[in-house]
């Protein structure tokens, strides 16, 4: 039976995540890495966990199988946003070597992680090689969109493909800005969250031409996330259903964008687990098997 499953919007059955308390471990550990990690503040770890907390319930509420990642004094803060480090297809597991260097460590403690619960592992990116989680999104379940970035590169989007194509999957790759340079977190899914079958949340302004006419033409409904809710997240946005949204407080042209195209949406605040380190829903979770069966 496949443990895991490559689609975006599905019915999510299991994910694995990182909670505060394996992944910040102290106020101390804050102190000592938000700044060079690029976070736009310090978060404060009593209020990061109420946060977590509340944003777990979801999927407990939900009867979605939690996996929790441990915690590993090697890596940083950083590990909490837990999907950048490998990518879930049909076939098991591909691991990813990460574009910013503090966080190299993370693949390694994933594939530890796989290999106790009985996954299976398709691959690794190798260097010169560094991929991303956060730059793949699936189009359908013979096509993945993956963003050619500054933390995604050429090598390996080309290991990619290798592991993939065989298998008879499209790889199609995202030309993306520059926009704030090589210090900021700028993924493929921080402009585009696909939600249920042809639907998705953008952000236009920094789409690709041709990758947004390659979305109308396969059908897609696009929501728009307006200029005023980019920084706060608004683009970045999780499926656990389809049209079952889990979203940041806070951006409420986008939120109200989905509930017009039927979604139904669950809100959590996150200032201090999101928006200060700059990672929404889709960033803190590494989704497993999704099913169409519920």
């Not at 990061?48 to 199988?65: C, D, P």
């Not at 956060?134 to 969109?145: I, K, N, P, S």
């Not at 259903?241 to 669950?266: A, H, S, W």
Request: proline share 5%.
């Amino acid at each position: 039976m496949k443990n895991t499953a490559h689609t975006e919007y599905l019915q999510l059955e299991s994910v694995l995540i990182k909670p505060v308390d394996s992944a910040f471990v102290s106020q101390e550990k804050i102190d000592q890495e938000w700044n060079d990690l690029h976070y736009l503040e310090k978060p404060d770890f009593e209020v990061a966990k109420e946060e977590y907390k509340n944003f777990e319930a979801i999927f407990l509420n939900k009867k979605i199988k939690v996996l929790h990642l441990p915690e590993n004094e090697r890596l940083s803060m950083d590990s909490m946003y837990c999907r950048d480090a490998s990518v879930a297809t049909d076939f098991g597991v591909i691991l990813c070597r990460m574009g910013k260097t503090e966080r190299r460590g993370e693949p390694l403690a994933q594939k530890e992680f796989y290999l106790k619960q009985g996954i299976d592992i398709l691959g690794t990116i190798e260097a010169p090689g560094t991929l991303e989680g956060g730059d793949v999104a699936w189009l359908d379940e013979r096509t993945l969109a993956v963003g050619h970035t500054y933390r995604t590169n050429r090598s390996g989007i080309e290991q990619l493909k290798s592991m993939l194509e065989p298998h008879g999957v499209e790889v199609f790759v995202i030309e993306l800005p520059h926009y704030k340079g090589p210090g900021d977190v700028f993924h493929l899914m921080s402009i585009f969250s696909p939600v249920a079958e042809k639907l998705a949340v953008v952000y236009s302004p920094l789409m690709p031409i041709y990758f947004r006419n390659d979305l109308l033409g396969r059908g897609y409904e696009l929501v728009e996330v307006p200029e005023e809710e980019f920084e706060s997240m608004g683009c970045n946005v999780l499926s656990i259903g389809p049209k079952k949204c889990i979203m940041i407080e806070g951006n409420p042209v986008t939120e109200q964008g989905l509930r017009d195209k039927g979604c139904e949406i669950y809100l959590y605040k996150g200032e201090h687990i999101s928006i200060m380190g700059g990672g929404g829903p889709t960033c803190l979770t590494r989704p497993l098997k999704r099913s169409s069966n519920k």
